[in-house]
């Protein structure tokens, strides 16, 4: 059974963060932080969350993640900044075995780089580095939401780095530095353009009235849950749909392809418990030991059952490896988690399925 972390903090540290100055070019800012934005483009709080996330997945995979953001890479081509400010920053150097990845974003140029070190290249292929360049970044950013998108990018890589783990996809015991011709990263990787200025693309169009009408709301919770699993399945991006309530509409507003494919995947095969109360409906999983499989929410309105974008992210949280855990648990839905108990940092352990008492 998978240890339970801590889940990240969300206090105050970004004006520590923000003071580093200068170029990323004069060398790596202090150890123990792991993103760089000097071109100003993410949220101080996404960055003190990108900071907890990454210091708890190196802490618990042993896999060094750091990304920067630059104003302009001055006429270099983002593969050879990216390959060399890789090795003279070390990405991996924290790591028992060079595990580094690093994220380059160039701003003026419109641009993004994801570069692997070796020893990682069976965990992060150049297939799965486009993917996520094309199917999570690219969304974000189109809509101008490219904090969103960076701190959702450096999320998705989390979760893939502890897939790997739990794949022995590579050995994570190993000591001895794997490097080629003296160099940490062969060019693995990918990289792609990027719309970092300029108009947001328009929203995803209206549904036709086919898909309207078979994702609406729902006679029953049990069918808005299948509903909701087909939309992510399909990659349906229409966010107009009536089986959405107001609350999961704003949620959705950016409705990537690989948070989607992420969804479908996750849930496949797994076996949902629907309790119901009154008006209100959660969908659990009890035979969840690792914490893996969030609960989801429906509430019957006027039009029928709707999935209830108001649980999140006010009630949900999620940790570096996507353990799920309550924010609070003075919410109308807690009927239906009779048989969880719960930690002190608000992670769920299944009586039935997780073996803690």
Known sequence: MMQRSTPYSFLALAAAIFACSGDSRDGRPPQGEFVF????????????????????????????????AVESLDGEPITAYSNRLFERWKVGDATRGNRGLLVVIASEEEEVRLEVS???????????????????????????????????????????????????AYDPSAETPPTIGGFRSGG????????????PAPDPKPADDPIRSYFAAQATPEAAWERFLELNRRRIKATDLEIYDDAAKRLLRVNSSAGQDHIARLYDGATPTIRR???????????????LLAPWFFHRTGSGWQLDGSMYPDVIGY???????????????MFAFADFTFDRHGFAFSKRGSGKP
């Open 37 to 68: 934005d000097y071109a100003r483009l993410v949220p101080a709080e996404s960055v003190e969350r990108m900071n907890q996330l990454l210091g708890a997945l190196l802490k618990d995979t042993d896999i060094e993640i750091i990304a920067t």
């Open 118 to 168: 070796y020893a990682l290249e069976g965990i992060f292929t150049d297939a799965f580095i486009s993917y996520i360049e094309h199917e999570q970044m690219v969304p974000y950013f189109q809509r101008g939401h490219v904090g969103e998108g960076i701190e959702a990018t450096v999320e998705l890589m989390a979760r893939r780095a502890y897939e790997g783990i739990r794949g022995q």
């Open 188 to 199: 693995g990787g990918a990289d792609t353009e990027v719309p970092l200025d300029g108009e």
């Open 277 to 291: 109360e009154g008006k209100r409906a959660a969908v659990v999983f009890l035979d969840d030991p690792d914490n």
């Open 319 to 333: 940790n570096h490896v996507n353990q799920w855990f309550f924010r609070r648990r003075d919410h109308a839905y």
